[in-house]
T-cell receptor, first 117, second 114 residues
Framework: GAVVSQHPSRVICKSGTSVKIECRSL??????MFWYRQFPKQSLMLMAT?????????EQGVEKDKFLINHASLTLSTLTVTSAHPEDSSFYIC?????????????FGPGTRLTVL | QKEVEQDPGPLSVPEGAIVSLNCTYS??????FMWYRQYSRKGPELLMY????GNKEDGRFTAQVDKSSKYISLFIRDSQPSDSATYLC??????????????FGAGTQVVVTP
């Protein structure tokens, strides 16, 4: 199957700092990547759609100035949580869209656990 | 009403039993259907992918789609303790303004006891 990596896997930061999370598709090119947020025992909540070479599309209620997304290449998208606060603590997961083998689906990264003190 | 309904469980079964999971949906425009498995503190892993009504089998897993009833199922045969995880159904519209976006169910927690 397709492999998607995320870095870092876990990060702890102080309130007011910014944190960057990287999402890479390792063995395929992804023109579209997605960023999700997941709270404990809940399903994934789509935050934004990241398209290579263009601006991200944010879901309703997601602050684009707080969650900066950059998709600079076909294998890398980054999510920067700016001026993080404790309520931003969550599990952030990215996915990359793949059209390999005649399918059209998403492969997920392992997630990044963010804790803001 | 949510677009995709899935019982959160937990669903507890003895080792070797068949695990039966299902989701219902309200939007008949959904075209692609997926099942993901998520272990605690990990990202979801794609298990099955279907786009037509009927059954699709892969090893111990069988995915079933009934578009007329707006109902999808996942069956796991000969369940093992390592199958203990949360199983998420997901589906997509593949329309211009929702291209590639997935709608997820809440996820069903499955516990397979030795």
């Amino acid at each position: 199957g397709a492999v998607v990596s995320q870095h870092p896997s876990r990060v702890i930061c102080k309130s007011g700092t910014s944190v960057k999370i990287e999402c890479r598709s390792l063995d395929f090119q992804a023109t579209t990547m997605f960023w999700y947020r997941q709270f404990p025992k809940q399903s994934l909540m789509l935050m934004a759609t990241s398209n290579e070479g263009s601006k991200a599309t944010y879901e309703q209620g997601v602050e684009k100035d707080k969650f900066l997304i950059n998709h600079a290449s076909l294998t890398l998208s980054t999510l920067t949580v700016t001026s993080a606060h404790p309520e931003d603590s969550s599990f952030y997961i990215c996915s990359a869209r793949s059209e390999r083998g005649g399918t059209d689906t998403q492969y997920f990264g392992p997630g990044t656990r963010l804790t803001v003190l | 009403q949510k677009e995709v309904e899935q019982d959160p469980g937990p669903l507890s079964v003895p080792e070797g039993a068949i695990v039966s999971l299902n989701c219902t949906y309200s939007n008949s425009a959904f075209q692609y259907f997926m099942w993901y498995r998520q272990y605690s503190r990990k990202g979801p892993e794609l298990l099955m992918y279907t786009y037509s009504s009927g059954n699709k089998e892969d090893g111990r897993f069988t995915a079933q789609v009934d578009k007329s009833s707006k109902y999808i199922s996942l069956f796991i045969r000969d369940s093992q303790p390592s199958d203990s995880a949360t199983y998420l159904c997901a589906m997509s519209l593949m329309t211009t303004d929702s291209w590639g976006k997935l709608q997820f169910g809440a996820g069903t927690q499955v516990v397979v006891t030795p």
